[in-house]
């Protein structure tokens, strides 16, 4: 897709030497992995290392001929890092898929679902429980096809591709919303049902690290929420940092590390952004949501993009107390798009959007970060707390069950 875009975006008004990826959720998610994935001199070829995850043992460089120029920015709205185990892991997605078709007494199965039409094929896109793990009534998982470590193109988990360095150095913004978890966890009313739905969702998890995941989140320290159970807060507020929050944080400190050629040789970590979006609105409130998953799309790509004229939240439209910040809140985004900088065309009288940070500590993680905090009342910059940090190490020391 991007070699498409790079042939044919000048016929578009576009230039191939100037391409942004951005993307939301899913899509931020999928921007993180771009900036793994093997291109060029930046790719597998020059490190011939696949990692501990993977199932190739090429080590020809299978990288892209064009290099990292196929794009020169990314944007990651809501980063997203659901369980991507490695492929081995996942053969029992296909055998089920067979059984379910009857391909598997085909003699040759994979041809056998090539011809099935889609209206076979569809009834059958539903989620099931992961190996060794309860299905209904406890919540199936909520992402059931997922990223997979293959070796080749995704050749570790990200945490540790980041962690080594292994990413395309362009800059980059990355942020979330406040309450990322609101949108997916489970109405749970006990810590066992909050445990039950973290190992539901990242089936690697032990007893004893479930357990080490609720003395994190202890119901006794969170805000009750309207309309929920007394435990929803903290299985929220866990899996939305593990899942979106903690992440991000993560890929933005990766490059304020110390280089580590010859991957993120040239990166400059003054170059790299970050955001919390906590915009609030009075329905949100009233259903205990808080300032839930990709609530900032409606500011950066218009309360009328995602459902049409007229189709976006009340509060983003006049006089509705977010109106006022859908412009600066765009010129950022465009500022970014087309100088790599969100300052450079900045809406007048928005505040300038300071960088990550720099470490001066080779390992660490997510301390000294910076980043910009939209708000209704106006845009500030604020560090990232201790609080938060701290939580966001110990959910990096549970990447080996967590496979992200």
Same mark, same amino acid.
């Given at each position: 897709m991007l070699r498409w875009v790079r042939q044919h975006i000048a016929q578009f008004g576009g230039d191939p030497e100037h391409v942004v990826i951005t993307g939301t959720s899913a899509g931020a998610g999928s921007v993180a992995l771009h900036l793994l994935m093997a291109y060029g001199e930046h790719g597998q070829g020059s490190?011939?290392?696949?990692?501990?995850?993977?199932?190739?043992?090429?080590?020809?460089d299978a990288g892209d001929t064009v290099g990292s120029s196929l794009f020169v920015g990314g944007v990651g709205e809501?980063? $997203? $890092?659901?369980?991507?185990?490695?492929?081995?892991?996942?053969?029992?997605?296909?055998?089920?898929?067979?059984?379910?078709?009857?391909?598997?007494?085909?003699?040759?199965?994979?041809?056998?679902?090539?011809?099935?039409?889609?209206?076979?094929?569809?009834?059958?896109?539903?989620?099931?429980? $992961?190996?060794?793990?309860?299905?209904l009534p406890t919540p199936l998982p909520l992402f059931y096809w997922t990223p997979c470590v293959d070796g080749d193109l995704l050749r570790d988990l990200p945490y540790v591709l980041f962690d080594r360095g292994e990413y395309i150095p362009v800059p980059v913004i990355m942020g979330t919303t406040t309450n990322e978890g609101a949108s997916f966890a489970s109405n749970t009313s006990t810590s066992e049902e909050f445990g039950t739905f973290m190992q539901n969702n990242y089936p690697k998890l032990t007893d004893s690290q479930t357990s080490d995941i609720i003395a994190q989140y202890p119901q006794a320290l969170q805000v009750p929420l309207p309309q929920h159970a007394s435990w929803f807060p903290s299985t929220a507020a866990a899996y939305g940092e593990t899942? $979106?929050?903690?992440?991000?944080n993560y890929i933005l400190a990766s490059y304020t590390r110390p280089p580590i050629p010859p991957f993120n040789a040239g990166v400059n970590s003054n170059r790299i952004w970050g955001y919390r979006y906590d915009v609030t609105d009075p329905t949100?409130?009233?259903?205990?949501? &808080?300032?839930?998953?990709?609530?900032?799309?409606?500011?950066?790509?218009?309360?009328?993009a995602i459902n049409g004229i007229g189709g976006g939240p009340?509060?983003?439209?006049?006089? &509705?107390?977010?109106a006022g910040l859908v412009k600066p809140v765009q010129d950022y985004w465009i500022s970014f798009v087309k100088t790599l900088d969100p300052n450079t065309e900045r809406a007048v009288g928005s505040p300038a959007w300071e960088a990550w940070g720099t470490s001066d500590e080779a390992n660490s993680t997510n301390n000294d970060g910076q980043r910009l905090l939209f708000q209704n009342e106006g845009f500030t910059m604020e560090p990232v707390s201790a609080d938060l940090a701290g939580r966001c190490d110990f959910w990096r020391g549970l990447v080996p069950a967590t496979q992200q």
């Open positions: 490190y011939g290392s696949y990692g501990s995850y993977g199932n190739s043992t090429s080590t020809g809501s980063v $997203f $890092f659901p369980w991507q185990p490695p492929l081995r892991d996942l053969e029992w997605q296909y055998d089920l898929i067979l059984n379910q078709t009857g391909c598997d007494s085909d003699a040759d199965p994979l041809s056998c679902l090539r011809g099935l039409d889609t209206a076979t094929l569809q009834p059958l896109n539903t989620r099931s429980p $992961f190996p060794g793990r309860p299905g899942t $979106f929050i903690c992440p991000a949100n409130t009233a259903k205990g949501v &808080g300032v839930p998953h990709i609530w900032e799309s409606w500011a950066v790509y218009g309360p009328d009340a509060s983003y439209y006049d006089p &509705g107390i977010s």
